[in-house]
């Protein structure tokens, strides 16, 4: 687990060793065990290395390959490399080192971009082809590692975080308001925007070509994989669907405790993070494992639950972890507020000061831990939202009823008003029809409420999980730490997006058949019906973990920012917000905003995502 940079002169001049330098110190962080950088003429690739497999010099990096043609600069892991290896020594190749990146890079040389299909990991990288004079680079299938890019003037940058490519002395940076009213719609960013106008994200599932020989050289982008839930064309068996997902979770969580340094596991109290620690635990005995809690002692309502550590220290007793836990008050999200957005770089999904805390505490006693994401965008852990979309009159109508569920910030009719001051610049951009594109062309064969849901998994795969995993990967590569997803296992994945939607829901038929003219209240009787999710994972899970765990409700992990917003932190928010002299009023209307303000610490309305997104924006465009 890496940082990479790069920088190509598009127009020959030679590359600086300065320059790239400057790109891999701003990612240290990154690599704390190691750095490398390669330059010739108009190229140069750069690393930063956190040494997971292989801790010799051996795999250092950037690595040539042995006919001197390619060099590749790559961040990841690849669990399948061993196989992978076995299979290009059949075929005649030789290795220097044990790691995977030697695997990596003898692959593209073997397999070309097929090899990407071939890798179970996670992986950005960028490859060299010293004598084609061409550029490929590349992110793995679900966008766990990070990768961006920049074409600006006669320069072609990338790098793991936006800041490697900010530390060029030729870049220049300009805010891209766009980016920033998709954001404010859906606190998340569904294109390849950033807030840097000139900075994309490479999208999940996709490489890159840049051919130097060219005579205006331009980014090629395609995708050589995507998210396909579906029914299946034919009858199912339960028990054998359900024995098979036992077997393949074992086989994720075994795969991905290879490593030549300690793997530890995040134990939140809930379901998924538990199980992974269950099967981890017997493999590595008295596993660490560690917990970030709250003091709830100012919180009310459903923030009574949020603390988890009695489930997780429970949970640790029963599988015999060496078990670590902090708790977060108040006054932690202010101090935290500043180095949390400097390595975020930019806003994405929740409130997620606390995994920056977690991670820190991971980081104090392993270099590698295993996390549950994914878990619930594979086998429907959100259920609510899903039954949304199950009835509606046709594919439109749909999207209509899912778009508005997804205005999570700003909802429409508010959005002019707070963007006033810049809404001349950004009007044309219509955030229904960002929406929309994520389902490119998934709007065929939608026949049954089925389909339907299996439409809303794709979309949350490729929205809210790619935030997530961003954030996940920043917020822990900003302690050094590695943080590894087993429901992100392949097989594991293809095997979730073809399993019923009825394996999933079991209420499915009776909520779709909810009489609206039904006395009573409503959103309760709704609520009750849809809190089954992860049907047949709880089934599995079972035999692992306690019932009390598996039959839980679902919770996020959340800290008690609602009542924080309007007690303990309201005086850090007012000063932060309520002023004139707040960046964020560059562009948003301090009125409009302050109006939405008011409703949370009245107590009418419950903005703490607003807040949040507010204080992170505002952090940005101060120190950013």
């Known amino acids: 687990m890496c940082g990479i940079a790069g920088y190509l002169n598009l127009n020959g001049e030679e590359t600086k060793l300065k320059a790239i330098v400057a790109m891999t110190d701003s990612i240290a962080h990154r690599g704390p065990d190691g750095e490398g950088h390669w330059l010739e003429g108009n190229v140069a690739l750069g690393h930063r290395r956190l040494a997971i497999i292989d801790l010799s010099e051996a795999a250092s990096q950037p690595m ?4 001197h043609r390619y060099v590749l600069s790559y961040n990841g892991e690849l669990y399948n490399y061993r196989e992978l290896r076995a299979d290009l020594e059949k075929l005649g190749y030789w290795f220097r080192s044990d790691s995977d990146t030697e695997v990596v890079l003898n692959s593209l040389i073997e397999w070309g971009t097929t090899a990407l299909n071939k890798f179970n990991g ?12 061409t550029l490929l680079i590349a992110r793995d299938r679900y966008g ?7 074409e600006q003037g006669e320069g072609f940058s990338f790098g793991s975080e936006q800041k490697a490519i900010k530390a060029h002395p030729g870049y220049r940076s300009s805010l891209d308001k ?7 719609t859906f606190q998340n960013i ?3 925007r950033t807030f840097e106008q000139d900075i994309k994200i490479l999208p999940a599932g996709h490489y890159a070509t840049l051919d130097l020989k060219q005579r205006k050289p331009r980014l090629k982008a395609i995708q050589y994989w995507d998210f396909a839930f579906k029914e299946p064309d034919y009858v199912c068996d339960y028990k054998e669907y359900r024995e098979e997902l036992d077997r393949l979770i074992l086989q994720a969580v075994s795969r991905q405790l290879v490593s030549d340094v300690e793997v530890g596991a995040y134990l939140s109290g809930g379901m998924d993070s538990g199980t992974l620690t269950a099967l981890a635990a017997k493999h590595l005995p008295y596993i660490k494992t560690f917990t970030c809690g709250f003091d709830l002692s100012s919180a009310s309502g459903m923030e009574l639950t949020y603390d988890e550590r009695i489930k997780a220290e429970a949970m640790s007793a029963l599988f015999k972890t060496e078990h670590y836990e902090m708790v977060l008050k108040s006054g932690d999200m202010e101090r935290c507020l500043t180095r949390f957005a400097y390595h975020l770089e930019e806003p994405r999904v929740g409130q ?19 996390s549950g994401a994914g878990g619930d965008e594979l086998f429907a852990g959100y259920p609510w939202r899903y039954y949304r979309a199950a009835v509606n009159r046709d594919f439109e109508h749909y999207i209509d009823q899912y778009y508005l569920f997804w205005q999570r910030l700003i909802p429409n009719k508010e959005i002019k008003k707070v963007f006033s001051p810049i809404w001349d610049e950004v009007s044309e951009v219509w955030t229904r029809d960002i929406f929309r594109d994520v389902f490119q062309n998934h709007d065929l064969y939608l026949e049954r409420p089925q389909d339907y849901i299996n439409h809303s998994m794709y979309f949350e795969a490729k929205t809210f999980l790619h935030g997530l995993l961003l954030v996940e990967d920043k917020l822990s590569m900003a302690h050094g730490l590695e943080t590894r997803v087993p429901f992100l296992d392949n097989d594991l994945v293809d095997f979730a997006m073809n399993c019923p939607v009825n394996f999933k829901l079991s209420n499915l ?14 959103q309760s009787q709704y609520y009750s019906k849809t809190r089954d999710g992860k049907k047949m994972l709880r089934d599995v899970m079972r035999r692992y973990i306690p019932s009390e765990i598996t039959d839980a409700i679902k919770q996020g992990f959340s800290s008690p920012d609602s009542s924080w917003f309007k007690g303990d932190s309201i005086d850090f928010v007012r000063r932060k917000l309520c002023n004139d002299q707040a960046n964020i009023y560059q562009y948003l209307d301090k009125r409009a905003v302050n109006t939405l303000l008011e409703e949370h610490f009245s107590g009418s309305q419950n903005r703490r995502l607003l807040i949040w997104s507010l204080l992170n924006v505002e952090e940005l465009l101060t120190h950013g």
């Open 122 to 133: 996670m992986f950005a990288l960028a490859l060299w082809d010293r004598k084609d004079k």
């Open 509 to 522: 038929d009776e909520v779709i058949r909810v009489n609206e003219n039904e006395f009573g209240d409503k």
């Open 178 to 184: 766009k980016a920033l009213l998709e954001y404010f």
């Open 144 to 150: 766990i590692k990070p990768l961006y890019y920049c």
């Open 352 to 370: 997620s000061y606390p995994n920056f805390y977690t991670a820190q505490l991971a980081s104090k006693f392993v270099k590698v831990a295993l």
């Open 64 to 67: 040539v390959s042995v006919e």
């Open 190 to 192: 569904f294109t390849d």
